[in-house]
């Protein structure tokens, strides 16, 4: 079979797994695809690529398509999230100085408690606080935010920074920062360098947050629909891939060979296993499913994933909800993923929408494919969303 | 007359920023800053109050001048990637030449062209100058693992040197391989077994 050679952009981050994995593991080539995985140096510049037709589709921050429906960040081309590509992954860590400051008050770094790490941060941090995340709309960013809601950080001033990740322990270093919400592998590098501390896994906050998705153009995805089924077919088999424990370890190495994330396969396997490394005195800490590619329809794009993502995006820069929630509900498209995934054995609800942070506990929901067993997404709080009665 | 531009250029070697600032200083009377180091980007930008903002698509400081598309206060200027409209098509050559723009909203086509043709054909030049000399350095190191190849098997054949490079290029023949991956696959060897 002729192999059709596909242009996608990625970040190099451990959540871009499916995407190596689809090509590394021959998943692409079932399908008749070699992908051409173009490295970005910045989140801009992958949105750009997508957007100016460089690359057919590109591993990107799910708040991102949701901000440009939303004429937020300067370039406006219509995207589509065809599916969401990982679940959590990023961890929030602190400066040395903070790290001290809050040993010394007490807090044992069980990276764990959301509520109580907020609350020791904010009496160690009086006069406020500067936070480094890696783009302005982004789930670090809509993480931090509903962290400062509901802990005491909501008291004291706090001012979120874009750093590039790579950059990020090098700001933590220089003051530049004084903690940071970043993805792996960027919080055990700094760890590792010994500029900080890791305080939480971002699933701390919401257990189950959208963190990558894949984006095509709208328009690509309606003129190319054989071309976008294959993509979306191989990425699918890939994450199914991922999810077998036995896997994990081939696919750490994988990911760490210099063509894609050039680490030592140890870093990258800190977070596949959900065993990270928190501070400088080797402290491990386990979560599970730090970050999760595949299983309780992790890959089907709610739409009202969308919609609170659009509504965050508009209570704090001031826009109509209302519509806002409304044009982000078009940008995930589960009638995409429903017909292009149907008859593989992915997992396809019912409902196109669910109420967002009410589960506690696996809850079985009637499906059209699969035992769909959705996996527990509260918020730190409580908080639910309801995306018909926001 | 109109009012020159004010334009900030963020582009860390300094050999390159001195390029752009004279081809933009040739085309117009504008006044250019430089802005060096990534600390604090979007504040000193900020402070530069620029209509256009100039950086290469492949600085991963780039993402710090998305905070500029979001306007903070009631007298912020917004800033936006320009594509919209008449600039669309530019937005797209800037892009193809390796650079991204950041414009203050409302400025006017007739404005911005000018001085976007001079910065894409100026990046474009630079952007042909890197490639042109990593692939210098390419076939230097190529040429350097074929003469080591060469060497080895004069030495262990007792041949000349053009009868080694025949061998070689025979043995890339036959195989449907360069001849410098070829010479790679004997260095490596020897290394191994010397």
Not at chain 1, 109 to 119: E, I, K, T, V
Not at chain 1, 265 to 294: Q, T
Not at chain 1, 344 to 368: C, F, R, T, W, Y
Not at chain 2, 125 to 150: C, G, P, Y
Request: glycine share 8%.
């Amino acid at each position: 079979m002729k192999m059709l050679r596909l242009p996608i952009a990625y970040m190099p981050l451990v959540d871009a797994a499916p995407l190596i994995v689809a090509q590394e593991m021959g998943f692409a080539a079932n399908e008749g695809l070699d992908l051409d995985l173009i490295a970005a140096p910045s989140w801009s510049s992958v949105r750009d690529m997508l957007a100016f037709g460089r690359v057919d589709a590109a591993h990107l921050l799910s708040p991102v398509p949701v901000a440009m429906a939303l004429g937020m960040g300067g370039v406006s081309t219509a995207l589509s999230a065809v599916m969401v590509l990982s679940m959590n992954g990023d961890v929030i860590g602190v400066s040395r100085r903070l790290e001290d400051l809050l040993r010394a008050d007490g807090h044992p770094f069980d990276f764990r408690d959301p509520m109580a790490a907020g609350a020791a941060l904010a009496r160690v941090a009086p006069d406020g606080l500067t936070i480094g995340a890696p783009f302005p709309f982004s789930m670090h960013v809509e993480l931090l935010h509903r962290w400062f809601e509901a802990t005491p950080l909501a008291g004291i001033p706090v001012t979120i920074r874009t750093v590039p990740p790579p950059l990020m322990a090098e700001a933590l270093a220089d003051g530049e920062i004084d903690a940071f919400c970043v993805g792996e592998p960027w919080g055990s590098v700094s760890v590792e360098a010994g500029y900080g501390a890791l305080l939480l896994p971002g699933r701390a906050i919401w257990s189950f947050a959208p963190e990558k998705v894949l984006a095509v153009r709208t328009d690509w995805a309606e003129t190319e629909p054989h071309l976008l089924g294959r993509l979306m077919r191989a990425v699918w088999r890939a994450s199914r891939w991922l999810a077998n424990p036995d896997a994990r370890t081939a696919a750490s190495e994988i990911l760490s060979r210099p063509a894609w994330l050039d680490l030592p396969p140890e870093m990258i396997d800190r977070a596949l296993a959900g065993r990270l490394v928190v501070s400088s005195r080797g402290e491990e800490r386990h979560v599970d499913r730090f970050v999760e590619f595949h299983g309780g329809a992790t890959g089907f794009p709610w739409r009202s994933q969308a919609k609170w993502i659009g509504q965050r995006l508009a209570q704090r820069t001031g826009g109509d909800v209302t519509q806002a929630m409304a044009r982000a509900g078009q940008v995930f498209r589960p009638d995409i993923y429903r017909k292009q995934l149907v008859g593989i054995g992915a997992d396809l609800p019912g409902a196109n929408e669910k109420v967002e942070g009410a589960l506690h506990q696996p809850m079985p929901v009637p499906s059209v494919e699969g035992d769909v067993i959705l996996q527990p997404d509260a918020f730190l709080d409580g908080h639910i969303f309801d995306p018909y009665d926001p | 007359m109109s009012e020159p531009l004010s334009i900030v250029v963020v582009e860390e070697d300094r050999d390159r920023a001195i390029a752009i600032v004279d081809a933009l200083r040739d085309a117009g009377d504008h006044d250019v800053h430089v802005i060096g180091h990534a600390t604090g980007l979007a504040r000193k930008i900020a402070a530069c109050q620029p209509d256009i903002v100039l950086i290469d698509i492949d600085n991963p400081t780039r993402d710090m001048l998305e905070e500029l598309t979001l306007a903070s206060g009631p007298l912020d200027r917004p800033v936006a990637m320009f594509v919209s409209g008449a600039a669309g098509g530019l937005a797209r050559a800037a892009v193809e030449a390796g650079v991204s723009a950041y414009v203050v909203d409302g400025l006017l086509p007739e404005r911005l062209t000018p001085v976007m043709d001079t910065a894409i054909a100026r990046f474009q030049m630079m952007r042909q100058m890197r490639s042109e000399l990593a692939e210098t350095r390419r076939a230097l190191e190529e040429r350097k693992v074929i003469d080591r190849a060469k060497g080895l098997i004069m030495k262990s054949r007792r041949i000349g040197e053009d009868e080694a490079y025949a061998l070689l290029r025979r043995a890339a023949m036959d195989q449907g391989r360069k001849i410098v991956e070829v010479a790679q696959a004997l260095v490596t060897a020897s290394e191994l077994l010397s």
